[in-house]
């Protein structure tokens, strides 16, 4: 009984989490595609790289697999890192 609680908890976290996480993915990709300007860029990467990475965690949720969730931050800090070298790149330029 305790595992189909946590079964059914986990759908309620897919029921809320997959319609976000596929909105900030296609918000991002939309933006990468029209924008032109360098910052506007790195934001929309941001949110791209965001909304997969909803997506990552909510499977690990489903899946109770907390390697998951490791790999999630993992991502993040490589994709912090990479929109500091951007706005450094951004800095040097202007």
């Given at each position: ?32 595609l029209e ?20 997506c990552m ?19 993040l800090a ?17």
């Amino acid at each position: 009984m305790v595992e189909l609680n946590k079964f059914i908890d986990a759908m309620l976290a897919v029921h809320e989490l997959f319609p976000l996480s596929v909105c900030l993915f296609l918000l991002g990709l939309i933006g990468l595609l029209e924008s032109r300007e360098f910052l506007s860029v790195l934001i929309f990467g941001e949110l791209t790289m965001l909304g997969a990475n909803f997506c990552m965690l909510t499977c690990s949720l489903i899946f109770g697999d907390p390697v998951g969730q490791a790999y999630v931050l993992c991502i993040l800090a490589v994709t912090a890192a990479e929109t500091a070298v951007g706005l450094g790149l951004l800095i040097l330029l202007y």
